[in-house]
């Protein structure tokens, strides 16, 4: 029979792999309800796109009837100077480069790709990986330019199959109190198991010694 103590560092080191299990033990998807919140927000990218447009206004001196937006005065590398109707959010490097590009190219509107996919990827932050990787490629596909938080492979691969992974809450917690529970069950029998097996060998060890003791002193075996 297993002694107390035995018992007792069995029940611990168990508790502890449970424990770790607990924290280990990842989402293979995320609630339905919350991918069809994302879905619904990659259909209206359109929408982003336009509210992070930089357009060209006329120097009138009239004001941004939206207060997330505000008027710029811009100037291009080659002296061009731009009257420009923008998110206030936007960084002064987007602009200048937006400044630039409307020049050169002779456009009247230049869509803000950095602003635009900063706002993009708070919808899909704290999703599983596999997730986030379709939400990405999802987004990727209509924006017009790559963003530069994106990498090179990101961008080549927004045209491939993307699906979202679904496990509701309950269904997480199901499999992972089911993967705790084995963990328990597996962890305290395997250390009894070595527990009593060192145990077996050691008093085999120690028998042993003392026959050849009694042997080497001529004395009978016991």
């Not at 982003?48 to 120097?59: E, F, I, M, W």
């Not at 009138?60 to 420009?84: C, N, W």
């Not at 490097?93 to 900063?118: D, K, Q």
Request: hydrophobic share 45%; aromatic share 10%.
């Amino acid at each position: 029979m297993p002694t107390r103590s035995a018992l007792l560092f069995s029940a611990a080191c168990a508790l502890l792999a449970g424990v770790g299990t607990f924290f280990v033990v990842e989402r293979e998807g995320d609630p339905q309800a919350r991918l069809e919140r994302l879905r619904k927000n990659i259909s209206e990218i359109p929408g982003l796109l336009a509210k992070h447009t930089a357009k060209v206004r006329p120097t009138d001196g009239s004001k941004s009837q939206d207060s997330s937006r505000a008027i710029y005065l811009l100037g291009a590398s080659d002296g061009t100077k731009l009257t420009v109707d923008a998110p206030k959010a936007v960084k002064p490097r987007e602009l200048e480069a937006a400044a630039g590009a409307m020049v050169s190219a002779g456009h009247a509107e230049f869509v803000l790709v950095e602003s635009a996919w900063t706002e993009a990827e708070e919808w899909w932050k704290g999703l599983t990986g596999l997730n986030c990787i379709a939400a990405e490629r999802m987004a990727l596909v209509q924006f017009p330019s790559k963003p530069e938080g994106v990498s090179i492979h990101a961008w080549s691969m927004r045209y491939s199959d993307a699906e979202f992974e679904i496990e509701e809450t309950l269904t997480f917690n199901f499999r992972r109190t089911g993967y705790v529970a084995a963990t328990l069950a597996a962890v305290f029998a395997i250390l009894l198991i070595l527990i009593a097996a060192l145990g077996w060998l050691w008093r085999s060890f120690l028998a042993r010694v003392r026959d050849l003791s009694q042997a080497w002193r001529g004395e009978p075996p016991q």
